[in-house]
């Protein structure tokens, strides 16, 4: 007879108990592997990152048809806003040696309004004011670029990257990842005692113990009347 050959809810229930009995083992596993986690970190770089925003603009003519082609510019030319000839001139508008076209292209993310009127160009950087330099340079390099597709300035920049923000807190992001640690420690070995003790082949109800055509009978022990 194989215990183990049907697993039943009662064997998930106990496995589950077996992991609360055991959590300060989870614990210290989970601490342990926590402090491996801040000696791996111990050195880690500290960053904040801080994002500037500049806002782009399709301009709206008298005529609806004039309108609607505003907008389709806007839409079809989206993707050049982080094209290598943008960025490499946003590049030179910055002046920065240090400062290439790639880097730029690695720092932008696009947004468009839902009704492509309107599009957002953030600029991402470790220093707030390189953040609101590359987001306007990016804006008027774009500007510029659509000016040379199109013919005309259908493309405008409505609002200059003036405000930085913070969107990323490095000494938060370190402890968020020093307590995934943790978590990965706790969870691996609750796991382990889950898994465990589902499998193990301990009798747990009286009906792992009846019988079937396969099991082989060794003996019988006897009733006996007291």
């Not at 995934?180 to 609750?190: E, S, T, Y």
């Amino acid at each position: 007879m194989n215990v183990n050959e049907d697993i039943r809810f009662e064997d998930f229930k106990i496995s589950f108990f077996t992991v609360l009995k055991k959590r300060h083992i989870c614990f210290t596993v989970g601490a342990a592997v926590f402090l491996i986690g801040i000696l791996l970190t111990w050195n880690a770089s500290i960053s904040d990152y801080y994002g500037a925003s500049s806002t782009v603009y399709s301009s709206v003519y008298n005529t609806t048809d004039q309108s609607d082609s505003a907008a389709a510019a806007m839409i079809a030319y989206a993707d050049i806003v982080k094209s290598e000839k943008v960025c490499e001139r946003a590049a030179s508008l910055i002046g920065d040696a240090n400062l290439t076209g790639g880097d730029i292209q690695d720092m932008l993310s696009i947004s468009a309004s839902s009704s492509s009127v309107m599009m957002t160009i953030t600029a991402y950087s470790t220093t707030p004011e390189v953040a609101s330099e590359v987001a306007n340079a990016v804006a008027k390099s774009f500007v510029i670029e659509m000016k040379t597709i199109t013919g005309t300035d259908v493309i405008q920049q409505l609002d200059t990257a003036s405000n930085p923000f913070m969107s990323s807190n490095g000494f938060k992001n370190l402890w968020e990842k020093r307590i995934m640690f943790f978590i990965i420690g706790f969870v691996a070995a609750a796991f382990f005692f889950f898994v465990k003790e589902l499998f193990s082949d301990r009798i747990r109800l009286v009906e792992q113990c009846v019988h079937d055509e396969t099991d082989v009978v060794l003996g019988i022990i006897p009733e006996t009347n007291d």
